[in-house]
């Protein structure tokens, strides 16, 4: 495998349920990012971890909690999510300082129901 | 002000027209930029990364300028497979990516 890969494409969950999306680069990196992507609007940086800490969390709501056990891996957990919550979710990874760019998974599209 | 700005669009432009999008950042310590292309619902994959004053390749220049803080990306001969969302980031740790200017390309 190559590139940025993450499982599952698609999510279906209700409000009550835990689920998590997981994401593994193979690319070297030590820096991995999740988005947030609803329909038709900008990305929205959720949480970023440069080698294995996390160093960035944009007030996102504790019904998200990231995991990141080592460089290659990132878990994004999730639990009593809302409707609201129902957007592609996207990992990505770059070298630490992001100075060549940022390579993109293809994204957990999920729905809350 | 936000950290990079775009225009939103969308730009409608017939085949074979040339299109030029700006994109406006306010750190100016940025030392890295890099325009992306998104097409609809999928993930955002980078078109051209630029480190100095510029970069071409093939249809496509992207345009630094310090001075003014902005850098520019020119399609020349647009297709119709160019119709997408173009990002700007300023490559920052943070991660700072424009909202999108949104290109449609028409026959």
């Known amino acids: 495998e190559t590139g940025v890969t993450q499982t599952p494409r698609h999510l279906v969950m209700g409000m009550t349920n835990k689920k998590s999306l997981k994401c593994e680069q193979h690319?070297?990196?030590?820096?991995m990012y999740w988005y947030k992507q609803s329909a038709k609007k900008p990305l929205e940086l959720m949480f970023v971890y440069s080698l294995e800490e996390r160093v960035e969390n944009n007030s996102v709501p504790s019904r998200f909690s990231p995991e990141c056990p080592n460089s290659s891996h990132l878990f994004l957990h999730l639990h009593t999510l809302q409707p609201e919550d129902s957007a592609l979710y996207l990992c990505?990874?770059?070298?630490?300082?992001?100075?060549?760019?940022?390579?993109f998974g293809s994204g957990t599209r999920l729905t809350v129901v | 002000r936000k950290e990079v700005e775009q225009d939103p669009g969308p730009f409608n432009v017939p085949e074979g027209a040339t299109v030029a999008f700006n994109c406006t950042y306010s750190?100016?310590?940025?030392?890295?930029f890099f325009w992306y292309r998104q097409d609809c619902r999928k993930e955002p994959k980078l078109l051209m990364s630029?480190?100095?004053s510029g970069n071409e390749d093939g249809r496509f220049t992207a345009q630094l300028n310090r001075a003014s803080q902005y850098i520019s990306l020119l399609i020349r001969d647009s297709k119709l497979s160019d119709s997408a969302t173009y990002l700007c980031?300023?490559?920052?740790?943070?991660?700072?990516f424009g909202s999108g200017t949104r290109l449609q390309v028409q026959p």
């Open positions: 980031n300023t490559g920052r740790r943070a991660l700072t």
């Open positions: 690319l070297g990196h030590n820096a």
């Open positions: 990505a990874s770059s070298n630490s300082d992001g100075y060549y760019g940022y390579t």
């Open positions: 750190n100016s310590a940025s030392q890295s």
């Open positions: 630029v480190y100095s």
